[in-house]
């Protein structure tokens, strides 16, 4: 058996966030269409070293895509230099069941995440927005903040907060080089979270907090928020005052409503019934229910990651990949 071993360098030289944004609309388009299979991932605790480790997997026919994220969270890696979110990806032929290729996961966890995140903020975000407020400046921000500036190029002020000052201002440091001549924001970090989402038009939060990172009445009029970092029922980082005050709902599956803290905890204290939410991101992208109606409406997306995304995607990496002659080819 012949696997492609694509490393995140290989990723990179073939495969852009805007590839990467175009995948995830496919990925939720066929999602909420009924055109996957996708079991709620398998989530083990490893209480012992304070992680969990799950077992994201599913086939997409359409997309030819088919495959295995093993994926896991130790928050306490942020502290040794190494990924909280370690991933590897397991691509198979869907003709064969035979594995095709062995991607960095890792890598593939924070393109589709960012690139969902930006999706969501293209559908929903006000076309002029200026202003992107980003709470949380760990590994998964930078993917974030890329996707968001991909679908509003335009921004001219990105504001990021972290408890760790100190990594904020690594964070703005970092991406003021990073994306220097691509794109012409400014990059400041926020002393508080307040002052990061005051006057924000889009808000994300990306973040491993079990309560609200901001008070949800300063969120402003018009404003798109995109909670990315919940994905147990423990962790919740948005306050119950912007689900319930929220024109529109959106999520990327229904997993979410199983998963997110965000969502479990308000239903469980009764203040908030899944009934109101909008709808899924594919179904938007299909057309069956509606998106932003007015200047002033606040949108809301909640994200808690959908083995769809990552099997659509690995597929389109590794297709690219294959055209291009790119990575390395290691016999089992
Ligand atoms: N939705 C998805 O598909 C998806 C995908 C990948 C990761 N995640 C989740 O996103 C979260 C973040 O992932 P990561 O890889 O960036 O983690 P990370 O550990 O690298 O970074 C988390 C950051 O959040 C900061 N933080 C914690 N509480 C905060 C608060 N109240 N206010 C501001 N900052 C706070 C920490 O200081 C840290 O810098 C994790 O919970 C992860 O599981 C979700």
Not at 63 to 90: E, F
Not at 235 to 253: C, F, G, M, R
Not at 254 to 276: M, N, T, V
């Amino acid at each position: 058996m012949k696997i492609l071993v694509l490393n995140e360098r290989d990723m990179r030289s073939v495969f852009t966030m805007k590839d990467a944004i175009q995948a995830d609309k496919d990925a939720l388009a066929l999602h909420a269409a009924g055109e996957s299979n996708i079991p709620l991932r398998a989530n083990l605790d490893v209480p012992e070293h304070n992680g969990q480790s799950l077992y994201m997997y599913g086939y997409a026919a359409k997309a030819n895509a088919l495959g295995v994220k093993i994926v896991s969270t130790y928050p306490d890696n942020i502290n040794k230099g190494i990924p909280s979110v370690p991933a590897t990806m397991v691509l198979l032929n869907s003709e064969t069941g035979e594995t095709c290729s062995f991607m960095d996961g890792t890598y593939l966890t924070r393109v589709r995440t960012g690139a969902v995140a930006g999706l969501a903020t293209d559908l929903l975000a006000r076309r002029d927005s200026k202003v992107f407020a980003v709470i949380g400046t760990g590994g998964q921000a930078p993917g974030q903040i890329e996707a968001v500036l991909t679908v509003r190029p335009e921004i001219e002020l990105v504001k990021v907060y972290d408890l760790n000052m100190e990594r904020a201002k690594e964070a703005a440091a970092q991406m003021t080089e990073f994306f220097s001549g691509k794109f012409p924001a400014k990059f400041v970090a926020s002393q508080t979270a307040a002052e990061a989402v005051d006057g924000a038009d889009i808000i994300t939060t990306i973040t491993i907090s079990k309560n609200p990172v901001f008070d949800g009445r300063l969120v402003k009029k018009g404003a798109h928020i995109n909670g990315v970092g919940s994905y147990t029922p423990e962790l919740s980082e948005i306050d119950e005052y912007i689900l319930i005050n929220a024109d529109k709902v959106y999520i990327d599956t229904s997993d979410a409503l199983e998963e997110s803290g965000d969502f479990i905890k308000p239903i469980e204290k009764g203040i908030y019934s899944a009934d109101r939410i909008t709808g899924e991101l594919g179904a938007l992208i299909n057309g069956s229910i509606i998106g932003r109606e007015s200047n002033d409406e606040i949108t809301f997306f909640e994200t808690t990651g959908s083995a769809v995304l990552d099997i659509v995607t690995a597929q389109r990496i590794y297709e690219k990949a294959v055209e291009k002659g790119i990575g390395q080819t290691i016999e089992l």
